[in-house]
């Protein structure tokens, strides 16, 4: 079965550190979003890009966060500086999108955040 | 933002009975969807039911669509064991040439044997 592989599975780090979540999305898919998981907020769309082009970023702190489509195997995600309230764990998904809007997304196992 | 929020947020049966979720919504959806998550892992694909459609089977799931209340149900027959996850729903929304893809906070299931 073809996955979208997360890199890593978990991460634990200091307040002030720099973090980089990696995702390997699907070949051939050309949708891939960052989603953030928590208890309290649930999920919550941080980045969405189709093509490798970022098409809505409205959800992440642009302060801290900045999420990249180097190239159409890799997306990545990085927090710099980190913060306590980071701490979740973080979502990518990839998807073929259709004119439809039916965008049917598979999800990777997820990176574990833990910022102390 | 939520867009979807389900219900019940918790809900325990005994194995073999049915379970219905139900999902709400606030704007208007092209397509609306399913997903489950076990427990630390991530979220997988169960069912898509479009705006112009009423109801969808696949196996054991049985989804409804009512536009007019803007709330989808899903329906597990016969439940087992192996269907103790979350359940989300998730809807799309189109806006200023963008798209979102918006999930709920989730429904928790737990099939007693």
């Known amino acids: 079965d073809a996955r979208v592989t997360q890199t890593p599975r978990h991460k634990v780090t200091e307040m002030g550190q720099e973090v980089t979540m990696r995702c390997q999305p699907i070949l051939g898919h050309n949708t891939v979003f960052w989603y953030r998981q928590t208890m309290m907020q649930g999920l919550e769309l941080l980045a969405y890009?189709?093509?490798?082009?970022?098409?809505?970023d409205s959800g992440m702190p642009k302060d801290r966060f900045s999420a990249e489509m180097p190239d159409a195997t890799l997306a990545t995600l990085k927090i710099q500086p980190s913060e306590p309230r980071d701490s979740a764990v973080y979502f990518c998904a990839s998807g073929l999108w259709q004119t439809s809007g039916a965008n049917v997304l598979t999800f990777g196992a997820g990176s574990r955040l833990t910022v102390l | 933002s939520q867009q979807g929020e389900e219900d019940p947020q918790a809900l325990s049966i005994q194995e073999g009975e049915n379970a219905t979720m139900n999902c709400s919504y606030k704007?208007?959806?092209?397509?609306l969807q399913w997903y489950r998550q076990n427990s630390g892992r991530g979220l997988v694909h169960l069912i898509l039911?479009?705006?112009?459609?009423r109801e969808k089977h696949s196996g054991r799931l049985r989804v409804t669509l009512d536009t007019s209340k803007k709330s989808s149900s899903l329906l597990i027959t016969a439940s087992r064991a192996a269907d103790t996850a979350s359940y989300f729903c998730a809807t799309d929304a189109f806006g200023a040439g963008s798209y979102q893809l918006t999930f709920g906070k989730g429904t928790k299931l737990s099939v007693i044997p």
């Open positions: 890009f189709r093509n490798r082009a970022p098409l809505d």
């Open positions: 039911i479009r705006s112009n459609e």
């Open positions: 704007t208007s959806i092209n397509n």
